[in-house]
């Protein structure tokens, strides 16, 4: 060490942002708030993008007293890095004139609430953490722990609500056609991003929220892991395996290559109680099906580093699996009369057999020309499809064959895309952005059923099915850094979906235009403080797909629709058609939350949110006196834009280490985690009479709390998650209503790190889970009953580190 800090000179990186205002200070009490803020950690720490730059400090006109000493001691890792450099440069320079600097750079590593503190609009984000906590090998298993979000028959559902209320993209792209959350790996993804409230650079199709999946980057340093599982339930135990490998190589190219291998085999039980034809029959069933396949995916990616504010990276994605699906079911007749239309047979047996794959390249340039200005180009390809063979055998209760149905189809599907954005930053605090995108999908899709030899729709069955589908968007904001305390976010987009459709009764011409118009708002009541108040006022929608617009009939085959055995159906046992004259559903929306950021990462959050729909899209259910596919009168159900709905909430949540959340009852050394979150949902459709007329699947509450803990003597940590939802009915029509049954499960795990490179992981999915089902109600009486009872999955899982 050199004689005395007196003369001590040193290099310290300093944040130079948007404003190009060096954050400086001296050596006094407030460096330490300068080293925070260096390091995006500070209370008034920019959330725009920033560089380092190489300052340097001289004291050596000045003495350090003791209160700048103790200030230099609490910088301590810092000063030895500078003190480092110094030691170098005097080394290789004695004399003053041949002096050069060194930079250093002062970095910490952001945890999840941190990046969170520093969006401009309410997001939540979810990184490695969070992904390898549990070992799960399907990213469903991950998204139901989440708060305000569950997975239900692989559907995702935020706020309660699914299908296409919720917004899946990947990598910021809209998921593929026929993407299941179930087939993808979370050791294939790199982070889960949710937002309640849409942004114009993303599609407003998400009335409910968006998740956007980004998958796996190239890494920093060389990364070479294996993974291998083994899990079971309650058939045959399954083996999952997965290898990435990742690397910087010269000529600034990084790349990852994660492939995964995965297997499943699933048998559900299943009950059935059904009162039809007016209270005239009253049928029993039990079913007994298994599922199982396999399948592999892999997702490439590549990065270019043309130069310093220039790169290039290529993503693709490849996905197939084969799947296999065998049942029966037996029904009993408990009662029936004169009036009872019985089922064609009661002993049935199914067989399925298929294939899914799908594959998408995207390419990414970005470009930041000077200090102001960036653009960001993307291109996209992508192709998939399916093809299936459904077998239908039905005997009556002496096993004589009754019913021989074949269904045999396959589909297509192709898309391109191109999107463009430019941003500049303009004056001191605003950041301007413009943008644009298109995208075209195809669809090309046959399907035939055959019924004891005959077509089941003659003149439609085997007949090919195609649509197009056209989106292009335009949009615009501006990011405003009002001042220390207050920020804003406002854009517009133009959004319009064009569908056009040919084939036999399927011949349609359907265009949607939407403008959604969005202002987000943070607050900072004290800047120097970790408060947080956000607010947005956003306009959102939701299209139809296209199977809803598809004027082609599928009907109940327990009532044939023709031939000398037809009968009317029932309204529990509706035929269904599809509706080209749907419009899209537009939702005006308020979100308001407060976030308080606690010192030691901790997070308490309390939010609230309204959306208000019209043009709402419900099944109306109408017996129809002619059809074009039958010869009798039919119960049918059809989407129809119904009319308003409103839908309001109230979101808590809470998570830290238990020594800062109750510091009465855990000594600070405890590493003990522990998080909860709790959400109240209510709507209301207004042409639906009743206390029930809720949004489609909207449960009251769910609440979700679990905890981790890491021992100190052992390298073993430890962690469970629960999640609780009421049972609860649904309105759907003045005739008919919909209960679905309560649920509950908890997930647990136990991690060991063997050595420096092994771990090993024993989990369990799905303990005390309740029966699941729904019941259906008519207004008549009848009902149908249809439960089935989950199997928790028990799994241990291997990972070696190279």
Not at 452 to 461: F, H, Q, V
Request: charged share 25%.
């Amino acid at each position: 060490m050199h004689e005395g800090l007196a003369g001590l000179t040193f290099v310290i990186a300093t944040k130079v942002c948007q404003h190009r205002a060096p954050l400086t200070s001296r050596l006094t009490g407030a460096s330490l708030d300068a080293l925070e803020l260096a390091n995006g950690r500070g209370p008034a720490a920019p959330r725009q993008r920033c560089r380092y730059r190489a300052r340097r400090l001289d004291t050596s006109e000045t003495r350090l007293k003791t209160p700048a000493l103790a200030s230099l001691l609490l910088l301590c890792p810092a000063l030895v890095l500078a003190q480092q450099e110094v030691d170098r440069a005097q080394t290789s320079a004695p004399t003053p004139n041949n002096q050069q600097l060194e930079r250093v750079s002062v970095t910490r590593q952001q945890t999840d609430t941190d990046l969170r503190r520093r969006e401009p609009v309410a997001k939540q984000l979810y990184g490695r953490e969070e992904l390898d906590k549990y070992g799960d090998t399907q990213l469903s298993d991950v998204l139901k722990r989440l708060p305000g979000i569950n997975v239900s028959g692989g559907q995702l559902r935020m706020r309660g609500l699914g299908g296409a209320y919720t917004q899946i993209l990947v990598n910021g792209e809209p998921a593929p056609p026929g993407f299941s959350l179930d087939n993808l790996n979370p050791a294939q993804v790199e982070r889960l991003e949710v937002t309640k409230a849409p942004t114009a650079d993303q599609s407003a199709q998400a009335i409910a929220g968006t998740l956007n999946i980004i998958l796996k980057d190239a890494p920093r340093i060389v990364q070479k892991d294996l993974r291998i599982g083994v899990a079971y339930a309650n058939e045959n135990p399954v083996v999952n395996g997965g290898f990435t490998y990742g690397n910087r190589t010269v000529g600034g190219l990084g790349f990852v290559l994660p492939i995964n291998v995965f297997q499943w085999d699933n048998r559900t039980q299943t009950d059935g109680d059904r009162l039809r034809d007016g209270g005239a029959t009253r049928l029993a069933s039990a079913g007994d099906d298994r599922s199982h396949g396999r399948g592999v995916n892999i997702s490439p990616r590549l990065n270019w580093k043309l130069g310093d504010d220039e790169t290039l990276t290529l993503q693709t994605f490849f996905i197939t699996n084969r799947f296999y699906n065998d049942g029966h079911n037996d029904t009993d007749v408990l009662t029936s009369n004169a009036n009872s239309v019985l089922p064609p047979s009661l002993r049935d047996e199914t067989h399925n057999r298929g294939t899914f794959r799908a594959q998408r390249v995207n390419l990414q340039y970005n470009n930041r020309f000077d200090e102001d200005k960036r653009v960001e180009l993307r291109a996209g390809i992508g192709s998939g499809g399916a093809d299936f063979n459904f077998d239908f055998l039905g005997r009556d209760k002496a096993g004589t064959q009754t019913v021989s149905r074949t269904t045999s189809g396959e589909n297509r599907n192709r898309n391109t895309s191109l999107s463009g954005k430019y941003s500049q930053y303009a004056g001191e605090a605003h950041t301007l952005t413009a943008g644009g995108e298109i995208e075209r999908r195809t669809r090309d899709e046959t399907r035939r059923t055959v019924e004891n030899g005959a077509d089941l729709l003659p003149g439609i069955e085997g007949q090919p099915f195609d649509a197009t589908i056209t989106r292009t968007a335009f949009y615009g904001q501006d990011e405003w850094e009002i001042n220390k305390q207050w920020s804003t976010y406002f854009g517009v987009r133009h959004e319009q979906i064009k569908t056009v459709s040919t084939g036999i009764g399927n011949e349609f011409n359907s265009t949607s235009k939407v403008t959604t118009p969005l202002l987000h708002l943070n607050y900072k009541p004290d800047p120097k403080a970790r408060d947080l108040i956000r607010a947005s006022l956003t306009r959102s929608y939701k299209a139809a797909d296209v199977q809803q617009l598809i004027a082609r009939p599928t009907i109940n085959t327990d009532y044939p629709a023709i031939g000398p055995n037809a009968r009317t159906n029932t309204q529990t046992a509706p035929d269904r058609i599809g509706n080209p004259d749907l419009k899209p559903e537009l939702a005006t929306g308020l979100d308001i939350a407060w976030e308080n950021y606690l010192p030691a990462g901790g997070l308490v959050s309390v939010g609230v949110f309204h959306r208000r729909i019209t043009g709402l899209v419900r099944n109306s259910l109408v017996l129809e006196q002619i059809v074009s596919w039958s010869t009798v009168p039919r119960w049918v159900a059809k989407p129809i834009n119904l009319s308003k709905a409103t839908t309001e909430g109230v979101e808590l949540e809470v998570k830290g280490r238990a020594s800062e959340l109750f510091p009465s009852l855990f000594e600070p050394s405890t590493a003990l985690s522990l998080r909860a979150s709790l959400n109240l949902y209510r709507s209301h459709v207004a042409d639906i009479p009743g206390s029930d007329n809720r949004l489609e699947g909207q449960q009251p509450w769910q609440f979700n709390f679990g905890a981790d803990y890491r021992m100190k003597s052992l390298p073993v940590s430890m962690g469970f998650s629960a999640q609780i939802a009421p049972r609860f009915n649904v309105q759907q029509t003045a005739l008919q209503s919909q209960e679905t049954l309560a649920a509950r499960s908890l997930d647990a795990f136990v991690a060991m790190q063997v050595t420096k490179q092994d771990g090993v992981r024993l989990a369990v999915n799905g303990l005390f889970q309740p029966k699941q089902g729904t019941l259906v109600k008519i207004i008549n009486g009848d009902f149908a009953l249809s439960e089935r009872k989950p199997v928790a999955w028990w799994s241990v899982n291997w990972e070696h580190k190279f």
